[in-house]
């Protein structure tokens, strides 16, 4: 059975620090991994998708790692903003659970100004 | 456009009441699927429907039925929910639903409150 965890559950950094948020996962035969943001009552927002071919992605600030056959991705933020205060969610979908993404239990960032 | 829209926004039911979610996509997007989430949470998936064929997770109750009218809608029906039902109900759609490399987007939810 595919798990997805998450560290650390909650994080707290000034504005303008680079932070690292952690997803680990323990079957390896993945199609691919997925980073989302929550906002609190809102739905998710897709941040980065990594094929599991690749080793990462990146779009603005943001920039995702993968390492397969480890288990394990980051997610890497530059130059934090007030505005990035969000639940960051990662999502795995297994080679033999068709469209089904498993999701890790997310990290809740706050960035104060 | 990557927007999937749901209505409403906010629903209040009591036990015995019939209700339906909706979702909307016109992306041509050809899976369409309903989480569920609670509070501090990750999403459950419950239902998918992948080139109009649906897959269930087996423990989702039966007060919940999912119907796909056509490829660009999904509803969720709701008959004789529990006070545990009370969550916020997800819609996503993905390009496939087979193969390597969708992308899921997700609408803003329903947040469901059963008294």
């Known amino acids: 059975k595919q798990e997805v965890t998450q560290i650390p559950a909650a994080l707290s950094v000034p504005e303008g620090e680079n932070l690292v948020l952690n997803c680990s996962f323990t079957d390896s035969a993945i199609y691919n991994l997925q980073w989302f943001r929550q906002d609190p009552g809102k739905g998710l927002t897709s941040l980065l998708l990594?094929?599991?071919?690749?080793r990462e992605q990146t779009s603005g600030r943001l920039n995702a790692s993968l390492d397969k056959s480890s288990g394990r991705s980051t997610l890497y933020i530059a130059a934090s903003q007030p505005g990035d205060s969000a639940t960051y969610l990662c999502a795995v979908r297994k080679e033999t659970s068709g469209s089904r993404l498993t999701f890790g239990e997310g990290t809740q960032l706050t960035v104060n100004p | 456009d990557t927007e999937v829209t749901q209505t409403p926004k906010h629903l209040v039911m009591g036990m015995t009441n019939k209700k339906s979610l909706k979702c909307e996509q016109h992306m041509g997007h050809r899976a369409m699927y309903w989480y569920k989430q609670k509070a501090k949470k990750p999403p459950e998936l419950m239902f998918v429907y992948s080139y109009e064929k649906l897959s269930i997770n087996e423990s989702v109750p039966s007060r919940f039925s999912p119907e796909c009218p056509n490829s660009s809608l999904l509803n969720l029906h709701l008959h004789a929910l529990q006070p545990e039902d009370s969550a916020l109900y997800l819609c996503a759609s993905s390009q496939v639903g087979r193969g390597r490399g969708e992308t899921q987007y997700f609408g803003p939810g329903t947040r469901l409150l059963v008294l």
């Open positions: 990594i094929q599991s071919s690749q």
